[in-house]
């Protein structure tokens, strides 16, 4: 099992530009979520899905979108990058059983930076 | 809601000492409470978790944490560090949102540890 896997590793962006952060991941698991990681403030999380088609705002969820059309993939699109969204973005996945915390398993990242 | 507060932003010690990490948490119903580590340029990896069963949680190499209600503390400790253990650790909470649990993450610890 290659677990939770995130493409690009790194991404610089323009003002305004946008993109897509790809996240698969192949153990199956029903939820995943998003996160980004500042310095010195822990992760906050982003948007997270519990299946194909259903999606949540995190805390965090202003100039971003996600969407959820397959199990294995959990998309995160910026549409208009702004310096503010310069973060490490983590995506991450759980079996998902309801009302139990199940371990969450993290993707290696992706570095961002919009200049 | 649920939040955690990690006592110390950096703790150093010296290889072959103990470890303590500090986490406090906030809950208003039992808390599931988590502590991941980050190693440099990776992702997040489980130590252990607490979900109300033993209060004396063992994690992964050497690592426990120990559940006190009254003191609404989960302090995180290994009796002897190893230079492979210099990391930043983050304390978790499991918060309850419409769909399921989502974490919520301690600003974290970076340990330091010398030869």
């Known amino acids: 099992n290659a677990g939770v896997t995130q493409t690009p590793k790194f991404r610089i962006l323009k003002i305004g530009q946008s993109m897509t952060l790809q996240c698969t991941q192949d153990?199956?698991?029903?939820?995943m979520y998003w996160y980004r990681q500042d310095p010195g403030m822990g992760l906050k999380l982003i948007y997270y899905?519990?299946?194909?088609?259903?999606?949540d705002k995190g805390e965090v969820p202003n100039g971003y979108n996600v969407s959820r059309s397959t199990t294995e993939d959990f998309p995160l699109r910026l549409e208009l990058a702004a310096p503010s969204q310069t973060s490490v973005y983590f995506c991450?996945?759980?079996?998902?059983?309801?009302?139990?915390?199940?371990?969450?398993?993290f993707g290696p990242g992706t570095r961002l930076t919009v200049l | 809601a649920q939040s955690v507060t990690q006592l110390d932003s950096h703790v150093s010690v010296s290889e072959g000492t103990p470890v303590l990490l500090r986490c406090n948490y906030s809950?208003?119903?039992?808390?599931?409470l988590f502590w991941y580590v980050q190693h440099p340029n990776k992702g997040l990896q489980l130590l252990l978790k607490?979900?109300?069963?033993?209060?004396l949680v063992k994690g992964i190499n050497g690592f426990e944490a120990e559940f006190k209600k009254s003191e609404t503390s989960f302090h995180l400790t290994k009796p002897s560090a190893h230079m492979s253990d210099a990391a930043e650790y983050f304390c978790?909470?499991?918060?309850?949102?419409?769909?399921?649990?989502?974490?919520?993450f301690g600003a974290g610890t970076i340990l330091r540890v010398k030869s």
């Open positions: 991450a996945s759980s079996y998902g059983i309801a009302g139990t915390p199940d371990t969450q398993y």
């Open positions: 153990m199956n698991h029903n939820y």
């Open positions: 899905s519990v299946g194909a088609g259903i999606t």
């Open positions: 809950s208003s119903y039992s808390p599931s």
């Open positions: 607490y979900t109300s069963a033993a209060t």
């Open positions: 978790v909470v499991s918060d309850r949102g419409e769909y399921g649990n989502k974490l919520v």
